[in-house]
């Protein structure tokens, strides 16, 4: 059981972590920034779904060998950068969608070529799990907070990794929800909607190259 003061501190600086830049809250930024709020929450959800498997990765010691595999490394790293070059191609071609501003709010709307929710929950989880610093993180970052006088070691690192996607949930939900807001106002522009695409396309595309340049 983990006492209260560490909870309160271990909880304050997930979040605190979860606001630093990073490939995970850009990469929310410019998903909700483009198909809007709804989509922006799937990202989230789909990256915390992520960070599950982050959390187990340390508890049952597969972290420790990305640590220790410059293959396994390496290869994680690459399927992931590989993964960011598609997302970057594909916004690179994306048309944009203008809604209609005369249209009242029941009217129904265009088919929109936005992914699915599922689809957007996958990217989240594939982006998630193919960052190896994120494992090595909480490698180094969980093993602070716990102690084996409390009990069991792997209980308290599912507790802690439970906090840390609670904390992360809340800090890109709310960037998901603004920069969603933001989304939704250029809808009624094809230029603003194209320029947006081809930014976004080129952060990928940054987030790829940073991703298989990183090193342990």
Not at 127 to 147: G, Y
Request: glycine share 10%; hydrophobic share 55%.
């Amino acid at each position: 059981m983990l006492p209260l003061e560490t909870v309160f501190s271990f909880f304050g600086i997930a979040v605190l972590l979860a606001f630093a830049p990073g490939p995970d809250n850009v990469f929310v930024l410019m998903q909700s920034a483009t198909y809007g709020r709804r989509a922006g929450l799937f990202v989230v959800l789909g990256l915390c779904t992520g960070l599950i498997g982050h959390t187990v990765a340390v508890t049952v010691g597969l972290a420790a060998l990305f640590a220790a595999s410059t293959t396994a490394f390496t290869l994680l790293k690459l399927a992931g950068a590989a993964y960011l070059l598609y997302l970057a191609w594909g916004a690179w071609r994306a048309r944009p969608e203008v809604s209609d501003p005369t249209a009242g709010h029941d009217a129904p709307k265009p088919a929109k070529l936005a992914p699915s929710g599922w689809a957007l929950f996958r990217r989240g989880i594939i982006m998630n799990l193919t960052n190896p610093k994120v494992s090595l993180f909480f490698l180094a970052f969980l093993p602070q907070f716990t102690s084996p006088a409390r009990g069991s070691v792997a209980l308290q690192t599912i507790s802690l990794g439970a906090l840390f996607m609670l904390a992360t949930l809340l800090v890109f939900g709310a960037i998901a929800f603004f920069s969603g807001l933001f989304g939704e106002r250029i809808q009624g522009s094809a230029k603003a909607q194209l320029w947006l695409n081809r930014f976004a396309a080129v952060v990928f595309l940054g987030l790829a190259a940073r991703l298989a340049l990183v090193d342990r």
